[in-house]
């Protein structure tokens, strides 16, 4: 196996070319586990690198767009072959993800695999894309074709850098855009060596990587004379500034955006080993740093004692600790600005008399006490209004709640400046459908819930204050593109 060295350095890619950051400016990265281990540096871009950046993408724009969609399909299929073709490659960008960002080894390995998945995904949509719509007149034929839109900036979070990339970047290109990627800051080095990867497989300048801080080249690249797109994923409020700097130049945005789940647990749903395992999974995936996570837990009245009995010991059941371990199931929350946002939602709790519930087994409390380390904790029957319920957690903490009938579990479900995602668990497909479209929510899940209960092929994105736009699916791909109309006197065209 290539083992990562200890002073790993990644840089930014642009044009086709590996590169410095203009000064050769770097961050570190350290390990959330081992908040004092550096993991490695990244390239700290400027304003200037981003400009090289578009410029690049800008000049390869023309080539690219002009290619069929079979052919970048076959581009893409390429792409997918490249990401697993080294084993031992796969192996130790997996083990240097989970160090950076401290997820499990586990999933980090289902992120890696899941990038290629959706590039083959999208690259099946080729024929879909190349079939324009034909509409006759009394007086003219229309034919309603799309076109890409130019560059797109993607602009990639830290807690599912891989998946979400997954989401933007096969899209963009497919659609026939070139792009430039922005990785986070807190998951910059396993991203960038994989956006190595793609970048080299491609014609120079479709795909170009540059990483630093936000603060510094985030307004520079959304707001970019040449940037024709910008995809973010990340908080409300630095969505609403990107879609506030893509305004001075009309750029159109999809936001994806957070999200504050809910799932119905009716009367009649089936409660098992096996479902308690997919509400964890649910629920606390990532250390629950996950946009469509379940974040609120709502019971019908007489079911709630046997789901909070049953959800509590699959919880009981987790193990903390160094997310390289095979023995354990939940790694560190990413960063410590985040893990004083939970530790803080569970101390309101317990001072507000809700009873509140740290379960699961840490094996090295050293470990422990030193990382951003939180046990799964479940809060139950709070105040609906609570902090724990009306806010958004995005981590290892979950209200659980009862209903007494379905006009309230709807209610109290769409009570929320959020509408991203949300669950229904019964036995019954009508109603589970009924209830579904009753929810202010992008995508439903019906006995199940987060990232393992959709296989990418249905649009994904929310309402309300979780975003705009969709990414994921068909419609995933024509947002990068613009509509193009071209009309002719009827019975001309065709």
Not at 66 to 95: F, G, I, N, P, W
Not at 189 to 196: C, D
Not at 198 to 214: C, D, F, K, Q, R
Not at 333 to 361: M, P, Y
Request: charged share 20%; net charge negative; proline share 5%.
């Amino acid at each position: 196996m290539n083992a990562i060295p200890q002073d790993l350095e990644t840089q930014l890619f642009i044009d086709g070319d590996i590169r410095k950051a203009i000064g050769g400016r770097t961050y570190d990265l350290f390990n959330p586990a081992r908040p004092d281990e550096k993991v490695g540096q990244a390239a700290k871009a400027t304003a200037e690198d981003v400009d090289a950046a578009v410029n690049a993408a800008h000049r390869a724009f023309p080539a690219w767009a002009a290619l069929s969609y079979e052919e970048r399909a076959a581009h893409l299929r390429k792409v997918a072959e490249v990401l697993v073709a080294d084993a031992d490659d796969v192996t130790t960008r997996a083990r240097l993800f989970c160090r950076e960002h401290g997820k499990i080894l586990r999933e980090t390995e289902l992120e890696l695999s899941r990038l290629g998945e959706r590039f083959l995904l999208c690259a099946g949509y080729a024929d879909r894309l190349a079939a324009d719509e034909r509409v006759s007149g009394d007086r003219f034929d229309t034919i309603i074709t799309r076109q890409p839109r130019g560059v797109a900036a993607l602009i990639v979070p830290w807690n599912w850098p891989l998946a979400i990339l997954g989401s933007k970047l096969p899209q963009a290109l497919m659609a026939g855009n070139t792009v430039v990627v922005k990785p986070s800051n807190s998951a910059s080095l396993a991203p960038s060596l994989t956006l190595k990867l793609i970048a080299e497989t491609l014609p120079p300048g479709v795909v170009n990587v540059v990483t630093g801080s936000a603060g510094e080249i985030g307004d520079a690249l959304v707001g970019h004379r040449h940037v024709r797109f910008v995809n973010f994923t990340g908080s409300v409020g630095i969505g609403q500034h990107v879609m506030r700097v893509a305004a001075g130049n009309t750029t159109p945005v999809t936001l994806e955006l957070g999200g504050n789940d809910a799932a119905l647990i009716m009367q009649d749903a089936k409660l098992d080993e096996e479902a308690f395992r997919r509400m964890y999974l649910g629920a606390f995936m990532s250390s629950g740093q996950v946009c469509m996570a379940l974040k609120r837990m709502y019971v019908h009245r007489s079911r709630y004692d046997e789901v909070v009995e049953g959800f509590t010991a699959e919880c009981q059941k987790q193990v903390i600790g160094d997310g390289l371990l095979p023995e354990t199931t939940m790694g560190p929350v990413n960063n410590k600005k985040q893990l004083k946002v939970v530790t803080d939602l569970i101390a309101q709790s317990r001072e507000a008399g809700f009873e509140t519930v740290e379960c699961g087994h840490v094996p090295d409390q050293d470990l422990y006490d030193q990382g951003y380390f939180q046990r799964p904790t479940l809060v139950y029957n709070p105040d609906p209004h609570a902090p724990i319920v009306s806010e958004e957690q995005f981590g290892p903490v979950l209200p659980i709640m009862p209903f007494d009938d379905d006009e309230t579990a709807i209610e109290m479900a769409n009570d929320s400046q959020f509408g991203l995602c949300s669950s229904v668990w019964t036995e019954d497909p009508e109603r589970a459908v009924a209830l579904s479209r009753r929810l202010e929510a992008g995508y439903t899940y019906l006995n199940a819930h987060g990232p393992m209960a959709q296989d990418g092929k249905g649009p994904f994105g929310g309402f309300k204050d979780s975003g705009i736009g969709r990414n994921l699916g068909y419609e995933g791909i024509i947002q990068f593109q613009g509509y193009h109309a071209i009309s002719g006197p009827a019975g001309w065209l065709f």
